[in-house]
């Protein structure tokens, strides 16, 4: 079971950032149900091992809090483009719960991420993309916003991967204080 810990987006920002897809030569677009903001990618996990982290999860508390989506970017290796993505307006509010998150896990046994959090929700994603095709992407909708939403829960997935790419199942939602 190949799990992570992530926050589901609303309807309407999923819509708006669907309407990005297209437009860029040899990318592959997450499909709009997969759109998500992931707080911690856990991995494989042997059986059982999915209960404790789900009972660990419980225990994070945290209040509710206003997120908006805006600018794009891509993540390259070497000059090659591998992803494409929306970026998260600065939020203390989500550095935080992302570190109760984090040392929750940590905590329950599994070994700290040793990447720095960089919140954004994945658009597409490239094989050996080209730089410039995707800088052009990139510049074509500069000034990309989403509305603003608010955050009231976080939700253990499970990802299956397949043919098509990725597909999500939600295993449990973990609701925020209200403010």
Not at 29 to 41: D, G, K, M, T
Not at 72 to 85: E, K, N, T
Request: hydrophobic share 40%; proline share 4%; aromatic share 8%.
């Amino acid at each position: 079971m190949r799990l992570f810990v992530g926050i589901p987006l609303p309807d309407d920002v999923r819509a708006r950032l669907a309407g990005l897809g297209g437009g860029l030569k040899g990318a592959r677009w997450v499909a709009p149900e997969n759109f998500h903001l992931s707080l911690r990618f856990i991995g494989e996990v042997a059986g059982g091992e999915d209960k404790d982290i789900a009972h660990a999860l419980k225990t994070v508390s945290a209040p509710a809090f206003e997120l908006r989506l805006s600018t794009l970017g891509a993540f390259d290796r070497r000059g090659r483009v591998h992803a494409v993505w929306a970026g998260v307006e600065k939020s203390d509010a989500l550095d935080r719960l992302q570190g109760n998150v984090e040392s929750t896990l940590v905590r329950s046994g599994l070994e700290p991420e040793h990447r720095k959090f960089k919140p954004h929700v994945t658009l597409a994603r490239m094989k050996n993309g080209s730089a410039s095709e995707a800088g052009q992407f990139l510049e074509a909708h500069h000034g990309f916003q989403a509305s603003p939403f608010t955050v009231d829960r976080f939700t253990l997935f499970e990802s299956h991967l397949g043919h098509g790419g990725a597909h999500y199942t939600a295993l449990q939602d973990y609701p925020l204080e209200e403010g």
